[in-house]
Nanobody, 115 residues
Framework: QVELVESGGGLVQAGGSLRLSCAAS????????MGWYRQAPGKQRELVAA???????NYADIVNGRFTISRDNAERTVSLQMNSLKPEDTAVYYC?????????WGQGTQVTVSS
């Protein structure tokens, strides 16, 4: 059974930093495109950052320059370094793994940024 387990969420003041990690129990992790999504109360889930199996990255405009996504294929992890956090970054953050028509999600980790 595939599992994506997020960690690193928590409460931080505006301007602070957090680093999220996602550990994946995927047999061939390196073939998956990985991403971080978030969902705030009353809002739709949105893409925050993605990294392809080839290492190309893509960011939502609202986090570009503040967040950095990275992956470690040997450790089967994907991370999201979040700097200069803002109250509007408050949300549940989800790890996603995608290959062809296969799509896996983690359970999410809460990030709360206080003003």
């Amino acid at each position: 059974q595939v599992e994506l387990v997020e960690s690193g969420g928590g409460l931080v003041q505006a301007g602070g930093s957090l680093r999220l990690s996602c550990a994946a129990s995927l047999n061939i992790f390196s073939i998956y495109d990985m991403g971080w999504y978030r969902q705030a109360p009353g809002k739709q889930r949105e893409l925050v950052a993605a990294i392809t199996r080839g290492g190309s990255t893509n960011y939502a405009d609202i986090v570009n320059g503040r967040f950095t996504i990275s992956r470690d294929n040997a450790e089967r992890t994907v991370s999201l370094q979040m700097n200069s956090l803002k109250p509007e970054d408050t949300a549940v953050y989800y790890c996603n793994a995608r290959y062809s028509s296969t799509n896996y999600w983690g359970q999410g980790t809460q990030v709360t940024v206080s003003s």
